[in-house]
Each structure stands twice: as structure tokens, then as C-alpha cells.
């Protein structure tokens, strides 16, 4: 019989877990998920998210509610009490004062600013991206290590960190596995357990490689513990706590710089707006559904690192290029909900390979997490679709339905791609 490779877990029931970034997209999501399962949930956020979709005119199409109604409804709903904080994590001295007040077990860091694209507008904004996510994480660290040393940081990443390596070697979770060696001039050495080369495909990317070797370096000196999620991209609207009622629904958004590429492939069939891919729609990348993700994340704080061990984790369910994609919108759109869905290619504005070997390795989540994908990405489309046409969303859709179309370019330049083919 095979021997379980699954770790032990802790009961989730009464343990502290502090989440950064509470009021983001996936912050919410996790807060109320957490709580319905009885963690002692706390939480803060600076509420940039809703300050830097509405500085590109933009709001989340989902209506969302202030964070004290989010509260106050999530206590209704769901019976859950959430310490919430306002405050910023560059705010070292008044995150530490929280944290020492909190005692957290667990701090799961989604406190970062989410965008390529942002990041890549100009000078301005790649600097507030990197300014915000690599010192909010480095003094995260050095409070870690001073108040609550023995807590697991659960940080995240993204599988953009790895790029898309040109040899079409797999792409292994973090580090290289203890068989892989390098032949050169006739030598042969070990490569196993040194971190595999990152090729971030943006200063947004470049942000979170950043981090990485920030979080692996502080968990070697300072015996702090860590699990580094490198995260697909995400897609849907539903878990169980955030379809309980319209005031726990996440943010959901659609514009070039904050909207995800599924999430926006749905937005544009329910505005009757073609779905646009960019360049071949060769790129494939690694995607997973918010259920799942957060499925994910409840197992990695259940079963904490030790004292000074660095994981990495791959986070995706499947990978799919951008053409598949837009089939599986297409066809749920057209026969599910009888929309007349057109799809387009565009200009290309990133840097990026159209098409490219793309394998990941994704086998720690599932061998010694347990995970289990729950959702096709079929049935959470349709959820989304569900949602998306409901009239009061769809009105908020058409009304930033010219915020879709990128204008962002990799090389520095500010213009509307162009159509290069209808599908
Ligand atoms: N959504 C995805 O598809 C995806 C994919 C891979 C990785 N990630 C990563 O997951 C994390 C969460 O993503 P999300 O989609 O929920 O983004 P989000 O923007 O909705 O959530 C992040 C939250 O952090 C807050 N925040 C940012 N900087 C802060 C600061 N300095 N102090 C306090 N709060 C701050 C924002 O206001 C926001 O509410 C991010 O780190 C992102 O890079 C997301």
C-alpha cells in the first residue's frame, strides 16, 4: 500500500488567523470562509483596491458594501465576528501593536497591489507597486520575527513569477526536486533544493519574485515558517458565505488593469461586446476557482510549516491557453444563456511567448494538503453568468464596458489595440 504523504492538520476550529488584505477579492472570500468554520478571524486593508480601480474610472461590477456593513452583515448572515483594522502594512509600528494585541497563529498575506498592468502604466505607478508589495512584506517579516516568530505566514504569490521557462522544462513547485542535476563541460552536479530560476513577465511580477527571496531568506535566519503560494489566476464568484447574501458578495472587476481574464471574458459576453484575445491566444497558464483556491488555503493554515522551513506551493487546478478559454465562455454563454457571443483577436500590448511549452508541477497541494478540485471551470462560468445577468450587475458592466479594452502596452505606449481577426 502507498504511504499517505499527507500532513498532519490542526483543528481550524478557535485558531487565530490574521488576514492582510481582507477586503480584496480574495480576502473577503477566505475571511468569511475562515469564520463559518470557526477560526478566531482578524483583519486588515488600507482600502487602496478601491482607491486604484477608481483612479483608472473603474468600479467593482459586483456591488460591494463599506467594511462596516461587510461586517456588520457577516455577523447576521453568518454569526461571524471579524477584528477588523483599518490600517495600512507600511504602517509597521501599528501593525506591530495589532499583531502583538492579536496573537495570530497564522497570517495569511494578501496585502499586495494585483496588476501587470498597473505596474507597467509608468514610472509612477511601478514604483507605488513595488514600493507597496516588496517593503510591506520585508517589514512584515521583521514584525514576525520579533512578536510572533512561531506563527506560519501564508504569502502569496503567483505562477507569473516562474514566466515560461525557454527549455519547456517543468516547472517545479519553488525549488528543484532532489533527482534533477545539471550536466555541463563533462561535470554533473545535484541541483535538488535550490530555488529554480524566476522570469517574471511584469514589474508586477517582478514585485512578488522579489518577495520570494525576502520570505526565503528571513525563514533561514530567523527560523520564521512559510508556505509561498504561487497562485493561477483565479476565476468565479461563488463560495458557500458569499452567495449567502447580496451584502457578503466579493468584489468582482473588469477593467484592463484589475479584471482577470475569465472574469472579463464573461463581463464582455453579457455586455454583447466580443471577447478579446490577445495576439495568438497560444499563452497558456494555470488557473484555478475561487472555491478551489480557497479550499487550498484552509488546508495550507490547518497544516502549519515547521520553524524555519520555506515551501513553495503551486496553486492551480489545470492549465488552459487563452483560445480554450474563450471556447468554454462562448459555448456557456450561447447555449446556456442564449447570448450571442462573438470572440476577436487583438493586438498583443504585453511581451510574452504566443505560444510555449507550459508544465507545471502541481502535486504537493493534492498529495500532502489533500486538496481536491470541487469545480469545473464549466460550472463556474455558469455561475458567473448566473450572476453577470442579473440586470442590476449587467447595468453596472455596460456602463465600463470601454474600460475592457487594453490601452496598456508593455514598450511604455498608450493606445487601444487593434483588432486583428473576428473568430
Ligand atoms: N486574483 C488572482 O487571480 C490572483 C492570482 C495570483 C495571485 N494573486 C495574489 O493574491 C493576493 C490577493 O489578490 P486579490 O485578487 O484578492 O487582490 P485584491 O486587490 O482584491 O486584494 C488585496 C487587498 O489588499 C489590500 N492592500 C493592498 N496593499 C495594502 C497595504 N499596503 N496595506 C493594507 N492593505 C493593502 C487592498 O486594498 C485589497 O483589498 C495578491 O497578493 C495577488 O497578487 C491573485
Redesign the pocket.
Known amino acids: 500500500m502507498k504511504e499517505s504523504k499527507l500532513k498532519p492538520q490542526k483543528k481550524l476550529e478557535g485558531m487565530r488567523v490574521m488576514i ?10 477566505l475571511a468569511l470562509r475562515l469564520g463559518s468554520l470557526g477560526c478566531e478571524v482578524s483583519g ?9 480601480v477608481a483612479e483608472r474610472r473603474s468600479h467593482s461590477i459586483v456591488p460591494i458594501e463599506n467594511m462596516e456593513n461587510r461586517l456588520q452583515a457577516a455577523r447576521e448572515v453568518l454569526g461571524i465576528e471579524i477584528a477588523y483594522r483599518e ?5 509597521r509600528s501599528a501593525m506591530q501593536d495589532f499583531i502583538q494585541e492579536v496573537q495570530p497563529e497564522a497570517i495569511v ?7 501587470a498592468p498597473y505596474s507597467m502604466l509608468d514610472a509612477e505607478h511601478a514604483i507605488e507597486v513595488q514600493r ?2 516588496v517593503l ?1 512584506t520585508l517589514g512584515l517579516l521583521f514584525i514576525m520575527r520579533d512578536v510572533v516568530p512561531e506563527a506560519s505566514l501564508v504569502k ?5 513569477e516562474y514566466g515560461t521557462p525557454l527549455s519547456g522544462r517543468p516547472i517545479f513547485e519553488g525549488v528543484f526536486p532532489p533527482e534533477a542535476t545539471l550536466h555541463w563541460d563533462d561535470r554533473e552536479w545535484s541541483l535538488g533544493g535550490e530555488l529554480t530560476p524566476r522570469d517574471p513577465s511584469s514589474l ?1 511580477h517582478v514585485s ?1 519574485v522579489q518577495d520570494t527571496i525576502n520570505v526565503f531568506e528571513a525563514c533561514k535566519w530567523w527560523n520564521l515558517r512559510s508556505y509561498d ?7 468565479g464568484v461563488h463560495t458557500d458565505q458569499v452567495s449567502a447574501d447580496p451584502r457578503l458578495r ?2 468582482f ?1 473588469i477593467d484592463e488593469c ?1 479584471g ?1 481574464v475569465i472574469n472579463r471574458f464573461v463581463a464582455q459576453a453579457v455586455a454583447g461586446i466580443p471577447l478579446t484575445i490577445y495576439g495568438t491566444g497560444g499563452q497558456t497558464r494555470g488557473f484555478i476557482s475561487l472555491e478551489d ?1 480557497m479550499q487550498c488555503m484552509t488546508r495550507l493554515i490547518s497544516s502549519p510549516p515547521e520553524a524555519g522551513q520555506y515551501e513553495v506551493v503551486n496553486q492551480i487546478s489545470g492549465t488552459r491557453d487563452i483560445r480554450e478559454l474563450a471556447e468554454v465562455v462562448n459555448r456557456v454563454g450561447k447555449d446556456e444563456f442564449g447570448l450571442p457571443v462573438v470572440v476577436q483577436r487583438v493586438e498583443n500590448p504585453r511581451v510574452e511567448a504566443s505560444s510555449h511549452p507550459f508544465e507545471p508541477i502541481y502535486e504537493k497541494l493534492p498529495d500532502q494538503f489533500g486538496f481536491e478540485s470541487t469545480v469545473s471551470l464549466e460550472e463556474e462560468v455558469h455561475r458567473t453568468f448566473e450572476l453577470l445577468t442579473q440586470p442590476h450587475v449587467r447595468d453596472r458592466i455596460l456602463e465600463k464596458s470601454d474600460l475592457i479594452l487594453p490601452t496598456t502596452w508593455w514598450s511604455g505606449d498608450q493606445r487601444l489595440v487593434e483588432t486583428i481577426e473576428v473568430l
Open positions: 492582510l488584505g481582507i477586503d480584496g477579492y480574495l480576502g473577503w472570500t486588515i486593508d488600507n482600502q487602496s483596491r478601491r482607491r486604484w490600517l495600512d502594512l507600511l504602517d498575506h494578501y496585502a499586495e497591489c494585483p496588476s507597496n508589495n510591506g502569496l504569490g503567483t505562477m507569473g508586477y512578488k503560494v504561487m497562485q493561477g489566476v483565479i476565476f466579493t468584489r472587476d484589475f482577470t483556491a
